[in-house]
Each structure stands twice: as C-alpha cells, then as structure tokens.
C-alpha cells in the first residue's frame, strides 16, 4: 500500500502577519494531473506586495508562482508537458501557474492567452484551492496549466534566475517589436524585470543599454548581463538628476525606453527620455494603480510610441528555458540567484526581497531535509 505523503506550505493567513507553515496530506492526481517536488520556488516582488495587503485577498494563500520542480507522480491522463515531450517520474519541469481557459474572448478570437480573465484559477482562495502555488513541498499541475520540461543541461538556477520576470520581458519584447541592430535602450529598474530586459535587449543587437537602478549589486549585475552603462539612483536621486545623467550618456535620448521600475513616477521621467521616432515599453506598472503629468505633444511631434505589456503567454514560458540552456555557460545567469531559503524561513525570504536585498532570491524546500 502506497503510504500517504505530507506537505508542507507557507500561507499567508493575513497580510503583515508572519507567513505560517501548515501541514497537510497531499493527494496523488488524477486524470491529468501532475504531482511535483517543489525544488526551488523564485521569491517575487508580486508575493511582497500581497504580503504588505496590495493586492486584495479574501482568505489565506499560498504565496509563489514561479516554479521549478521534478515530477513525483503524473495522473493515469498526464503523459506529456505543455509542448508534447512525454512526461515521466523524475523529470524536472517549470512552470508559471497560468492556465488559459480556451473559452473566451481573448483566448480564441484575439489568440492573446495573456489577455485571459480566466487563467488564474483559485488564485485567491483557499490555500487547499492553490496547490499549484510554489512555497511548498508538493504542487499539483492541473491539467492545462503551462508547464515544461527543463533540459537535464540546464541548471535550474539559470531558468529561475529572472523568475516570472523573463516571460514577460519575452512577451514585451515581441509586443515592441523589433530591436535594430545599434540601437540605444535605456532600462529603468534593475530587479528583476528590468535585469531581465537588459539581457535580451543586449541580446537583440542593442548598441547601448544604459540601466538605471539600485543597489550596486544588482547594477554590477547588470553589467554583466550586457548593460554598457548603469545610473545609480542612490547617487542620482531626483527625477532631474538622473534625466541629465542619462542625457548626458545618450544625446537626445533612448531609441527604446524599457519602463522596469514598478514605479508610477517612472512613467513621466520616461517619456523624457525617448529619442525622436522612439517607443516607449511599460512592463513594471501592473501592480501600480495611480495617475500620472504626460505632456501628449510629444508623443505626438516626435511619434513616439508607447507600449504595454501584461504577463505572457505559454511560448514565453518556454522561451525562458530555451534562453537558459543556450546562455547559461556563457553569462551568469545561475549568480543571478543571490539568495536561499529553507521553507520554514519564507518569512524572511519575504522580508528580505522587500528590502531589495537579493538580486534575486529562491526558496529551497529540500534544504531543510
Ligand atoms: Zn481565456
Ligand atoms: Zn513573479
């Protein structure tokens, strides 16, 4: 007789209250389902801000929703991953928990997955109803949710390095369009979002990527990902300043803005600084309620255009590991994870991404064991 398994979780009963640990017995799947190990779960700057109450939550939940894994048991149904590679025991997967509905609007007529009302299941509910949460021992993958194998070549450091953050910088870079070869980027935020687009802006051609951001460490990562130059906003600290060191790096201002900064106050600096004929990316204002100045004459004399993004789509998730098992001996991308955590200690995991302390930080549930 197969012996029941337990799990751990840490749910965040209230918001500004220490995440607790529950256990509970973890049920094996059924149908297609399929029943992971979690081994690293990135810490996110979304799972901050549900802690601090932004975000609107009627009942206890799981918090973390980038995940990497190795599957423990697949339902009798589950035989593939998301893109058709057979599936068995062992197998290390990532995921993103979105799981577009195929029955709306945005998922059949526009065929834009990201735009899906429905694709994030349970999400606030109770903690039984969001197995597929990261901060815990097992997640269950329901049937349809985007996960993909990770090559065995691939360190699980280099596909979790940017977190939910890569996707969506892949999806907002295929939502901008083209970057030309030799053009000037100019990256505000250096988490994880902006570190993110700062490697595939470099990647793509770009001729100058200047970052703005702090702390220092996560500029100097910046560098190493392909930033020519960084702007340092515990040096640079008005709006003015740092509009003056970036003119003063790039005449006339940045061919492509890449908004990163989660900041609402970004958005007006920014559109000061796109060059004449530019676009302007906003990628880091989704959880950023708020309004803003904008001078609407630039946009229109100088024809810039301004570009949102939300999310991304299955193919970004995949995307994510093809990046990483191309460049991860080649580019630091496991140093991007600068910070561990057992389970137990999620709470500090949060604190401390609150604080911008890692460059990116990972809960390791096994490091206990
Ligand atoms: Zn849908
Ligand atoms: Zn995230």
Not at 72 to 85: M, Q
Not at 204 to 221: C, F, K, N, Q, T
Request: hydrophobic share 40%.
């Amino acid at each position: 007789m197969q012996q029941m398994r337990t799990g751990r979780r840490a749910v965040l009963v209230e918001p500004n209250k220490p995440l607790e640990i529950w256990e509970s017995p973890v049920d094996p799947p059924t149908g297609a389902d399929v029943l992971v190990a979690v081994e690293m779960a990135g810490v996110c700057g979304t799972d901050y801000h549900f802690y601090l109450g932004e975000v609107p939550m009627p009942g206890p939940m799981v918090l973390g929703h980038e995940g990497i894994g190795r599957v423990v048991e697949c339902g009798p149904e589950a035989t593939t991953d998301s893109a058709g590679n057979p599936l068995a025991k062992g197998d290390r997967v990532y995921w993103v928990p979105l799981k577009p509905c195929h029955r709306c609007h945005a998922c059949t007529v526009l065929e834009d997955t990201s735009l899906c009302p429905n694709q994030s299941p349970g999400r606030f509910r109770d903690p039984r109803l969001t197995p597929f949460a990261t901060y815990t021992d097992f997640a269950l993958l329901p049937n349809g949710m985007t996960f993909f194998k990770v090559p065995e070549d691939t360190p699980s450091e280099a596909v979790i390095a940017f977190g939910c953050a890569m996707p969506t910088v892949l999806h907002a870079m295929e939502r901008l369009g083209q970057i030309r070869f030799g053009d000037r980027v100019l990256v505000q935020g250096a988490g994880p979002v902006g570190l993110a687009a700062t490697l595939v802006a470099s990647l793509s051609g770009a001729g100058e990527v200047v970052v703005i951001g702090a702390p220092a460490s996560r500029l100097d990562m910046a560098k190493r990902l392909g930033a020519t130059s960084t702007i340092d906003l515990d040096v640079h600290a008005t709006s003015a300043d740092r509009i003056a060191a970036a003119r003063e790096i790039m005449d006339g201002g940045a061919d492509i803005v890449i908004e990163a900064a989660g900041k609402l106050a970004a958005f007006g600096e920014g559109t000061q600084l796109v060059a004449r004929g530019g676009r302007y990316l906003i990628v880091g204002l989704w959880s950023a309620p708020g309004t803003t100045m904008l001078e609407p004459r630039k946009i229109n004399n100088d024809n810039v255009r301004i570009i949102g993004s939300a999310l991304s789509r299955p193919r970004h998730i995949f995307k994510t590991i093809q990046l990483a098992q191309r460049y991860h001996t080649q580019l630091p991308l496991t140093e991007v994870v600068s910070h561990r955590f057992g389970l137990e200690d999620a709470q500090s995991a949060i604190e401390a991404v609150g604080r911008h302390e890692p460059i990116k930080a990972v809960i390791q549930p096994g490091m206990e064991a």
